[in-house]
């Protein structure tokens, strides 16, 4: 069998080198054939210094004579001064192949254990992706490899010499990486947005809900505020910033599951969970939940280490996830039940620990006089906010779990077929959880904060960041599952989906890491903030009314006109208990802010009517992507 193997090896190897001999270089493009089916292109348009180069499926079955064409130019034209130069390739072919020949190298090592069978398939594979795919790319190489060399890992021999810190370190700078592919995109959400302004605000020297008011709790406020220190006004830093409370949390779930041993189910889980966070409906970094979930984090680190816990520590931990997420007060009691149930003594000393970061910013708001406003935000509005009828609600918790997994295999069907493993698997613990013969839980905590995950998606809805409680619990999970099971089953399929979102995200982050010091050429708000600053004379004295792309306060350093923050914010009834307790319409909203004279209107007529035409004011309109334009409001 090896001689087979052997043979086969040089084979592949010869076609190897024939197919590089003839492969597309972009840097060399004079070089490559035409194909024979398209008309003859003028070779003279190859050396134009405004060139535009694109990849073209062509079609090969049942027309078998496009063969010809693959790995050369199918066809080229020029537009303006700017030529366009057309590659052909077939990636749905390769794409298949790709899925089958993958499954068979780990079915054929599973069973036989020839390593050299890894390499046979890996070049195969390589020489089907030179000859079917118009491109040459160190990187993708370096990932078909890695897909090829995905069965070592079922070999628990293998995975047991396997330095656990190096997997950490490789694991943090993939989650890192992957995450900058949202590096070029300005706007993420309102929320994030409004954030900022507020952190700003505070930076003032106004205490949160004193000038602005937003439906987050205060110590959100004072987390942007640090982060618009240490940006200095660079958006861009920012952006990096608010990467650190995923790979915080990335380095608490290591530390979590390491203590239990099983080191293919800690690759498995750390992986599971960096593939999900990259993508943005789940894990985009700056929303409220992964601040509020460091704290949670560390608690069931510290719970599940068992050696010394300082309750009263623990206590602090989840006041500051309240004050970061009104809805982790569910994890706050599912904490509560876990400890009366294991240390019933330390309840007092938990209590106390919670209330201490409470009663010292109810003492702050006190001595300025703003105990009102500052229970009003935290108590009265929230729970007026989050008030739907028991049907609304129970019909919102079933599409919070069906919405994700859709969501899942439509981005990755390798990790979506991971996720509803671990979800049946939690599901048989549930159902077994008074058997004898169960599996245990190897983390004790985690059924009380999953209860605690799923009630507060059940009370206070889904949404995209919400999720992240969840999903880190449900990593969490795959610690109880058989090691042996994860090595031979999950594991790979983790692997494969890994890679395969490295490979179809690694071209734009390292395009934006390339491209740092010119990406805010590409913001758009920014630039439009910046030519009102220098053509319209707005500074940080000028009244800005932001009732849409209140980023741009950000850019600005202005606060927002109106008291409350958030544009859509402005006109729910259940936030405007401060300013509108009338329940005005939204005219009558706009038309009460028309009477502080704002220098600067940011309103869009498609969210709302009022704003196709303000009198005294002139609109400027800066063009955006696909033919849009954003309308800026500015006074005569």
Not at 117 to 123: A, D, G, Q, V
Not at 468 to 481: K, P, R
Request: hydrophobic content about 50%; overall charge negative.
């Amino acid at each position: 069998m090896k001689k087979v193997l052997f043979l086969v090896f040089l084979l592949t190897l010869f076609f190897q080198v024939f197919l590089l001999n003839n492969a597309i270089s972009k840097n060399s493009l004079s070089k490559v054939n035409t194909c024979s089916v398209v008309e003859k292109i003028d070779t003279t348009l190859l050396n134009s210094e405004s060139l535009i180069i694109s990849f073209v499926d062509i079609p090969l079955i049942p027309e078998f004579e496009n063969i010809q064409c693959l790995n050369t130019i199918y066809g080229a034209s020029m537009n303006e001064g700017v030529v366009s130069i057309a590659l052909a390739q077939n990636k749905v072919i390769y794409s298949y192949a790709l899925v089958i020949l993958s499954l068979v190298n780990f079915i054929f090592y599973f069973f036989r254990k020839e390593r050299l069978s890894l390499l046979l398939f890996f070049l195969v594979t390589l020489n089907l992706y030179i000859f079917l795919v118009a491109e040459n790319s160190i990187a993708e190489t370096l990932i078909l490899a890695g897909i090829f060399l995905v069965p070592l890992i079922t070999d628990l021999e293998i995975i047991e010499k396997v330095n656990m810190n190096f997997v950490l370190l490789g694991v943090l700078l993939f989650s890192f990486f992957l995450q900058q592919v949202y590096l070029s995109k300005e706007v993420l959400g309102w929320e994030v947005s409004t954030y900022l302004s507020m952190g700003q605000d505070i930076n003032r020297g106004n205490l949160p809900y004193e000038s602005q008011y937003e439906l987050r709790p205060v110590l959100l406020m004072y987390i942007y505020s640090v982060i618009d220190l240490l940006s200095n006004g660079d958006y861009r830093i920012v952006k990096f910033l608010q990467d650190i409370p995923l790979l915080v949390l990335t380095i608490l779930m290591f530390s979590t599951l390491k203590q239990k041993g099983k080191k293919a189910n800690i690759i498995a889980a750390l992986l599971v969970y960096t593939s999900i966070l990259s993508i943005e409906y789940y894990g985009a970094t700056g929303v409220t939940e992964l601040y509020a979930l460091l704290p949670i984090a560390l608690a069931i680190y510290l719970l599940e280490k068992k050696q010394n816990t300082n309750f009263l520590f623990l206590g602090i931990l989840f006041s500051l996830a309240t004050l970061t997420n009104h809805g982790t007060v569910l994890f706050f009691i599912a904490a509560t039940f876990y400890i009366y149930s294991k240390y019933k003594n330390q309840l007092t000393r938990f209590f106390i620990g919670f209330s201490i970061p409470h009663l010292f910013f109810l003492l702050i708001y006190f001595i300025n006089d703003l105990l009102r406003v500052y229970l009003t935000a935290n108590i009265q509005i929230p729970l007026g906010y989050t008030s739907v009828s028991f049907g609304e609600r129970v019909s919102n918790f079933l599409n919070g779990f069906i919405d994700p997994f859709k969501g899942l295999y439509s981005y990755n069907i390798f990790l979506s077929g991971v996720a509803l493993f671990i979800a049946g698997f939690i599901v048989y613990l549930s159902l077994n959880s008074f058997r004898k013969d169960s599996l245990p839980n190897a983390l004790s905590s985690l059924p009380y904060f999953f209860v605690g995950g799923i009630l507060h998606m059940f009370i206070i809805g889904p949404a995209p960041g919400r999720y992240n409680f969840l999903i880190y619990l449900f990593c969490l999970y795959i610690i109880n599952i058989q090691e042996n099971i994860v090595a031979k089953f999950l594991l790979p399929l983790v692997v494969i989906a890994s890679l395969s979102i490295l490979n179809n995200d690694y071209e734009k982050s390292y395009y934006n890491l390339q491209n740092f010091e010119t990406l805010e050429e590409n913001y758009t708000l920014q630039q439009i903030a910046k030519d009102l600053q220098v053509n319209y004379d707005v500074d940080t004295n000028s009244k800005v009314l932001a009732l849409d792309h209140n980023l741009i306060l950000y850019y600005l350093d202005v606060p927002n006109l109106s008291y409350v923050n958030h544009p859509v914010l402005m006109f729910l009834n259940e936030v405007n208990l401060f300013d509108n307790p009338e329940n005005k319409t939204k005219e009558e909203i706009f038309n009460e802010l028309m009477l502080k004279e704002p220098d600067i209107i940011l309103c869009n007529e498609e969210l709302y009517s009022f704003c196709e035409v303000i009198y005294d004011y002139s609109r400027v309109e800066y063009p955006i992507r696909n033919n849009n334009s954003i309308p800026i409001f500015i006074k005569d």
